[in-house]
C-alpha cells in the first residue's frame, strides 16, 4: 500500500485542508493518507480549539486514514523540533511520501534556501548576530543574516519557513520520503479577518470567528462532517477548549515560581522566566500577564510556549530527544488495514491506551509530560474534567 503523510494541526479542519488532503493523495498516488497531528496544544503554544480525539475524528471523516498524535511537547515546539519529530514518525511508519503546503509551491527553491538556513555557516553568523543584537527576536536576526549572506531575501511565509523546516528535518533524519508540496491559496496562516465564503480561510481567523460570531459563522468554511462534529463536542461540552480558564491556576503557579529553577526549562533562557514571574505578579487575568511578558524580542508563540513547557517542566534536552510512542487517534477501515500490515515492522509503539505505552525511560518521560499538560486541559474543558479523564478516551474507528 503507497502511502503518503501530512503533518498538520486541523485546528480547526477546513476547506483548504480539504484542498491538500486531497491533492496529496492524488499527486502522489498513494493508497493511504498518514496525518500526524499536534493532540491537544498547538505550535503557537495554545491550546487547541478541541482535542485531539474530537479532530481526529473529523479528520477521518473528511478523508485522512489514519491520524497519529503529534505528542507534546513536539507539538507546540518551534519549527525544527515539531519538523523533526513530524518526519521521524511517519518514517517510522514506512510513509513514501511526505506533502506539505508552502507560499513558494515548488520544492526546489526551498531545498535550495534550507540548505542555507541550516548550514553551519548561516548559524555560526546567526549567533554572533543575536549576541551582538540581543533586543532583536530570532525571525528579525534570521532575515537579516541571510540576506546579508546570500544578498536575497529569506522566504518569509509561515508555511514557506515550515516547508524548509520539514526539509531539513529529511535529510537530517536520513530519511526516504519524496518531499511534496502545494502552493498555499487564499488566507495567509497569521490572517485574523473573517474569510469570505468560497475563499481559503486561515484557521486563526477562523478560531476568531468562532469566539465572536459561535459555530454557526463557520458554516460556509468547513466541511459538513467537521461542523457537525463540532456540534456534537459542544454538546457534550467538550469544545472550545479555552485557556483564560486556567488563569488561576497559571498566575498561581508563576507567582510562587523560582526563577532559578524555571530558567531551567524549554525556551526560558535570555530573562524570559524572570520576566513570566514578574508579570504574572503584576497581572490578574492570562491575556494581561501574556502582554507584560511581551516585548520585540519574544513573539507572542514563543512567551506562550515558554508559559506551557514551564507549567509542565519541559527541559530543553525532552525536545530534541526522538518521540518514545506515538498514540492513534483514528483511523479509517483503509488504515486499519494499513496498521496492521505494519505491525511488526513499525519502529515506534503506536498506543491506543496507556496500558500499551513502554516503560522504558524515554517512554516514561514522554508520559509524564503529556500527563502534566493533561493535567491542566482537562480544566479547559467548558465543564471541568478529572485529571485522567483523557486516558479514558478511545480512537475513532470509521465503520
Known sequence: MKTVGIICEYNPYHAGHARQLSAARRESGADVVIAVMSEHATQRGELAVADGYVRAEAAVRCGADIVIGLPFPYSC?????????GVRILSAMGVDALHFGSEC??????????DRLYSPEFCEQLTAYQAAHPERGIMECRAV????????????????LLAMAYLNALDATGSTMQPMTIQRKGQAYNETTAPWAGQYPSATALR?????????????????PVLEQLEKAMAQELAPLDAIRLTPAILAFYRTASADTLSLCADMDGGLAARLIEAAKGATTLKEMLSLAATKRYTAARIRRALLFGLCDVRPEDLRKSPAYVRLLGASQNGCAYLSSIRKTCSLPIVTKPADIPTDAPSLRQRVLEERLEAHLTLAYPTPKTAPYLTKRHPYVQK
Open 145 to 160: 543574516v541571510y540576506e546579508q549572506l546570500y544578498h536575497t531575501p529569506l522566504p518569509g511565509g509561515s508555511n514557506d
Open 208 to 224: 476568531a470567528l468562532w469566539q465572536t460570531g459561535g459555530l454557526e459563522s463557520l458554516r460556509p468554511h468547513l466541511p459538513s
Open 105 to 114: 509551491g515548488e520544492i526546489e527553491p526551498l531545498k535550495a534556501a534550507a
Open 77 to 85: 515546539a518551534p519549527a525544527e523540533f515539531f519538523a523533526n519529530a
